[in-house]
């Protein structure tokens, strides 16, 4: 949906707007972009002085002229750079949570003659009703126009970068030169959005996303390249690439070493090369996608083994696209894979048979609930909102409204500030929460109506004896009533937990939308320990010691909500020093809806106890990608096996380890993926990851997780793509043949190619569960 025809259907779900913008004092005249005039008032809430911390930065107070022909460049650099009174943005060892910032860009062109350099924490944004654009200079100097991660920090621990409503162009620059346009080695909670790519076309040399290293990105989205020789150049163990065009690119994508990624809503039009995945790749799904003028749609590799899997399913092309496929030089599939139908290649299970057939690459017929798709078949997809239609008055900073005092300061609690102000504001405007910690002590609902902006990962952070009981597991925020349907909203948040909270569930939705991304979440992250503000920082020394959360998010059964780009992470390492950290959190995403449908795109799922992701008697739910990673400490060495520490307290949706020995380490350890009693479910890219085993963390050099992903007595369940790195099975089965859980898919019969010297393993297709 474009973004005027979602902006109308959310506003025709609203109520009426009412004046209460008379209680608030950052009103601004005129029409331009909320965020660029409203009051800003985010601190760092947990670094020395960080109320004096700078958190919005306009380009222009630094200097920054936009006018197209002035050089920006040094401007740009001390915006980003600015730090403390001490003059420096500095940090640990794995980097910072204390220096956020937003460098904001209003409209023009800002001509550039070096490369423009991020740091940890910082979101480069623009104004999205006039998307500015950084121009390179004809005389530019640099491999990179923006280099999006910290160079100070390895890509596998570049978190917190952000880039949206931007153009990036080299079309000044000579063809012959060799420019990236945005280098983009990071990891998860990330954000790259609503940027267009603006090459020369033509221009070989030219390039516009790389993510050179080997990291773990979760999403991009709502992205256009036009021009130059490749658009994104992909090396990465996953990726979700959704909503993304490409005109006259030479190679739209080059997927390189990517284990597991998924194409959604591509389009392509007049290049040479969609997607080339001729070389080392695990699995890609490329779904709801065009191609218009393309000469190959998708390269693949020649490999015959489960590496070089490929899932094509809804990608329409016309007669001026020639080749659908080729290997090499040779054409092996010509057309439009139509809705319903599915070309698989790689190994298939079907229900009647044990064993994996290698496909070769068939059409075999598919479906998809009908709850999940709009009327041309296509998978619902949402825009992420701006908001920015809607006049200044209608936005409210939390911080400014008067008799409802809310600091977000990390040390006072502002919950009941918080909960007044959302029920004023529900159905009549939009709040924003400048960057900051704000501590809450008891649930937080949000009622029908509810829009929340962020701010470069702002912190929603529970505290206090309502979460403490491990038996009684308690929501922070709770989105709606069961059984509520409406408008809720959150963008750029971060849920974590101030103390050690062994019953804290950090959100809990329980609110249906009326239409898809009525109940959305963009750009939401969840941590637990690992960062300054939080007791579960440095008191895990040990997860026996240290419940530190009971579930990160639950999608209870009256839901249906959406979710893009979101990482529930458990941190293995502290964000803000340089040690190693063992909180033990029990599950992370807990899927029980029933409501109409859940759409989770771009996710990554960590270090939990018990599960990573556990679909459990839930109904038309979609997943794009899930990259999971098991807590560290588990697995050889280790004392404590799954369910401890939560032997005690667990939930009849936990899983139990039953069918496991006692003492079989390997086994006992948090499955990636549970799925039970659960039907309409289709379900892409499923990456499964191990590289260390027990508390010592030694490398692993061979199987070190018994079993991956587990499905139980499931009904129309499609599962296009499991991807394991070290893990024994990949799938264990349970309700096809008996009630004992067995193995289904071994890693020996599904072997990939090695990854970094790890063992890998790739389904293309499991449908055992889908009649
Ligand atoms: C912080 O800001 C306040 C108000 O601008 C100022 O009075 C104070 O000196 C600053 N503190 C430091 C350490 O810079
Ligand atoms: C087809 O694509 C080529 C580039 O590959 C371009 O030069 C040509 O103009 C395109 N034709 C149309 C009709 O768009
Ligand atoms: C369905 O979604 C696709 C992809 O977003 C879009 O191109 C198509 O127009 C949509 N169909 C309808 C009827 O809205
Ligand atoms: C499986 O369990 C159910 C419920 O406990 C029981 O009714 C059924 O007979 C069992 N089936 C087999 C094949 O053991």
Redesign the pocket.
Known sequence: MRLATFLLCLSQTLARVTAIGAAVDNIQLGDSFWYETIKHNGISAAIP?G??WTVFRNVKDFGAKGDGTTDDTAAIQKAIFLGD?TGTRDAGRFGSTGQPAVVYFPAGTYVVKSTIKSAIGTLIMGDPTNRPTIKAAPSFAGTYLVFGRDQKYSGLVGFYHGIKNLVLDSTSVPTTKAITLLEWGVSQNNLLSNVLFQMPPGATTHTGVATPGMCSGLIMNDLGFVGGGVGIALTATQYHLKSIYFQNVATAVKLTSLLQGTGQGLRFDSCKIGIDASSGVGLFNLIDSTATNTSTLVLASAASTASGSLVLENVMVDSSVPATIKVGSATTLTGSIEPGQAWIRGNIYVPDSPTPKLSPGQKVPTSRPQALVNSTGFYHTVVPPTYADLPASQILNVKTIPGLPVLGDGVTDDTASLQAILARAAGTAVLYFPHGIYLLSDTLTLPPGSRLVGEAWTQLSATGAKFADARRPQAMVRVGEPGEVGVAQMSDFVFTVAEILPGAVLVEVNMAGGVPGDVGFFNCHFRIGGARGSAARTGCASPRDCLAARLALHLAPTSSAYWENTWAWVADHDLDGSGETYPGAAGGVLIEARGGGTWILGAGVEHHVLYQVNINNAKDVFIGLQQGEAAYWQGTGNTLLAPAPWTDSLLPSDPDFGWCKANEVQCRMGLYQRISRSSNLNIYSSGFWNFVAGPSRTMCSTDCQDNAALYESNTKMHIYGVSTINSKNLVLEKGLSGNETVVAATRAANSGSPHDGFKTGVVAAYFRQST
């Open positions: 002085n109320k004096n009174s």
